[in-house]
Nanobody, 123 residues
């Protein structure tokens, strides 16, 4: 079982930046995929980005490519989602999640979820 704790959401103006954190604990972290998802009111949960916990390639949704970046701090068992040039349409609750090595963009392929953190971008 993997436990995930998120932090870092808040209110920011259009064009601003925020960094979300996802601290993980549990067994076999090296064999998981960590994903970021978001859910706006009245909308389905959508894929934002993902990375293999141990490193390697990162993958981003087209809507955030070039603006969002995943980074790592192995000493803290934490992954970050750096969000820049934020837009009002980025407003949502953001979740980090972990899944097995086959987890991709479908939220159903992830089995552990953080509590979520609200990101609000004002126009």
């Amino acid at each position: 079982q993997v436990q995930l704790v998120e932090s870092g959401g808040g209110l920011v103006q259009t064009g601003g930046s925020l960094r979300l954190s996802c601290a993980a604990s549990g067994r076999s972290l090296s064999s998981i995929v960590m994903g970021w998802f978001r859910q706006a009111p009245g909308k389905e949960r959508e894929f934002v980005a993902r990375i293999y916990w141990s490193g390697g390639s990162t993958y981003y949704a087209d809507s955030v490519k070039g603006r969002f970046t995943i980074s790592r701090d192995n000493a803290k068992n934490t992954r970050y989602l750096q969000m820049t040039n934020l837009k009002p349409e980025d407003t949502a609750v953001y979740y980090c999640a972990s899944g097995g090595m086959r987890a991709r963009d479908n939220p159903d392929s992830y089995n552990n979820w953080g509590q979520g953190t609200q990101v609000t971008v004002s126009s």
